[in-house]
């Protein structure tokens, strides 16, 4: 679960200033919305495997291979648009069919949503969400918010690594060998995991309490730097989206 | 080309494209649990757009909530922090049923009745977002839709049926309804969500419900009752293990 932090945090673009990644992506989703070409959502996720991989320098088998998976997901939800259903008009009272239109129709959400899950996908594994919050900081998302985000991000990872351990404690001793043992194993851990974000959430009080805490939590910024080629290509993907869109 | 070589050409395509995708799609289902994540661009501009106007109340009054609960106890940041990062573990947890896998009912469900649905909503808004920034699950324009679906109603089924049935029925019960009627509340309003954008050229909108939600049934409908019959044991057990936790937390005698 913990695989594509890993990567925002090694990846080549790591410094270059989230707002810069953050910028390419809303301008690459934006233009997969509103152009109604499917060709520019396949352009738009071509782009961003290309630019993980030659700019990020991310493994093609790990980012190809995620673009891949939602493509395969993304098939398996676009068939209730490929499928067309109506009843009566015949022998069988509900008649199934596949048509040029409906294949035509269900191409469309199929491509946009290609390229907006490539565009995720390469925000995700380029940027760590550390660096995002601290870029809502700076354009002024409430505070509160920011904490209570700051205070989840770190408590994901803190209780996924406690339930690793519980699980593979369970698993060791045949806590999973049936569906009946798994069920429990499971409900097991997740009341342990619940106590156990309870008491780390007192104990988290304490000790910010005792540092004299007042209700912001405080943070160095990262120094990032702006990269220009990043805004060439930026430039490049959203010229040539449109030029498809445009023109073809 | 004629109709039929249409037909049988789509055929062709349709049997090697699942062939290909059969072991990818089962491995992605394995690994994948919010398979009821609306994907970042399926929705057409207009209707996320939709979405997001009708999540936004809830947004500001849970917003409201939280600054006055912060202000008024600090200490329950780290506390709404820690529901928030629970829902979102919880969903890493393994549970039998057809896909293997928890989804969100239990954690954000859990908080719902902790904190209310209004302030779930924002924290359960939180971790949508993380879910796509981290997992590369649903994303930013689909986030109002699959905010309403599994961060409100969900949640606000959860807690209608907690806060109106209990005393009425016996305890297990009412938590088994409220986890899994709370299951299948998100996965009917993502499919009603996914079919008014997309309804069906010849039957509307009920004929596009109906195949969304077949498509979604097969994994949906089982991973309901686990994680009702899963939520009922994890009640038992904190009754059993925790009850000095879960009187502090508000889920006994609240």
């Known amino acids: 679960m913990d695989w594509i932090d890993r990567f925002a945090y090694s990846n080549r673009l790591r410094f270059v200033h989230p707002g810069q990644k953050v910028a390419l992506a809303l301008l690459v989703i934006a233009l997969c919305l509103a152009s109604d070409k499917p060709l520019v959502g396949l352009l ?40 067309s259903i109506h009843a009566g008009g ?19 959400p199929f491509a946009r949503a290609l390229g907006g899950a490539a565009t995720m996908a390469f925000l995700a594994f380029t940027t760590p969400l550390v660096d995002l919050l601290d870029l809502g900081r700076r354009v002024g998302v409430p505070l509160v918010l920011l904490d209570l985000a700051t205070l989840i991000y770190r408590f994901v990872f803190v209780l996924l690594e406690s339930l690793q351990r519980m699980v593979s404690a369970q698993e060791t001793r045949l806590g999973y060998s049936n569906m009946r043992r798994a069920m429990h194993s499971a409900a097991l851990v997740a009341t342990r995991l619940l106590v156990d974000a309870y008491q780390r959430s007192q104990r988290l009080q304490t000790a910010l309490d005792s540092r004299g805490y007042a209700g912001d939590l405080r943070v160095l910024p990262t120094q990032y730097q702006h990269s220009w080629p990043l805004w060439w290509v930026t430039a490049a993907v959203c010229l040539s989206l449109g030029m498809v869109w445009w023109l073809i | ?46 209707w996320a757009a939709i979405w997001f106007a009708v999540a936004l109340p809830f947004w500001a009054i849970g917003f409201r909530q939280i600054g006055r609960l912060v202000r008024e106890k600090p200490e329950s940041r780290l506390l709404l922090g820690l529901v928030g990062a629970f829902a979102f573990v919880l969903s890493a947890l393994k549970i039998p049923s057809v896909t293997g896998s928890s989804s969100h009912p239990t954690g954000v469900g859990l908080g719902a009745i902790i904190f209310g649905p209004f302030m779930m909503s924002v924290v ?42 209990r005393g009425r029925l016996s305890e297990g019960w ?32 009920m004929g596009a419900f109906a195949k969304f939600a077949a498509i979604f049934a097969v994994t949906q409908i089982p991973l309901a009752i686990s994680e009702g019959i899963l939520t009922v044991l994890i009640f038992r057990a904190l009754r059993n293990t925790a009850p000095v936790e879960m009187r502090a937390l508000g889920l006994e005698g609240a």
């Open chain 2, 1 to 46: 080309m004629s109709k039929k070589a249409i037909g049988s050409r789509v055929f062709m395509l349709v049997t090697a494209l699942l062939l290909l995708g059969g072991r990818a799609a089962w491995a992605s289902v394995n690994s994948a649990p919010q398979a009821m994540h609306i994907m970042e661009g399926f929705l057409p501009p207009l």
């Open chain 1, 44 to 83: 738009a996720a071509a782009w961003m495997v290309a630019l993980a991989v030659i700019m990020a320098r991310l493994p093609l088998r790990v980012f190809g291979g995620a673009v891949f998976t939602e493509g395969v997901f993304l098939l398996w939800a676009v068939m209730g648009i490929a499928v």
């Open chain 2, 124 to 165: 359960g808004a939180i971790v949508l977002l993380f879910q796509a920034l981290l997992l590369a699950h649903g994303g930013l324009t689909t986030l109002g839709a699959n905010t309403v679906s599994m961060a409100i109603v969900g949640p606000l089924v959860a807690y209608g049926i907690w806060r109106g049935l």
């Open chain 1, 90 to 108: 015949g022998r069988w009272p509900l008649t199934f069919s596949i048509t040029a239109e409906s294949l035509a129709a269900a191409q469309r």
């Open chain 2, 174 to 205: 009412v938590v088994f309804l409220a986890a899994a009627l709370a299951d299948l509340t998100t996965y009917v309003v993502t499919s009603v969500q996914l079919a008014l954008a997309y309804p069906d050229p010849a039957s509307g909108f």
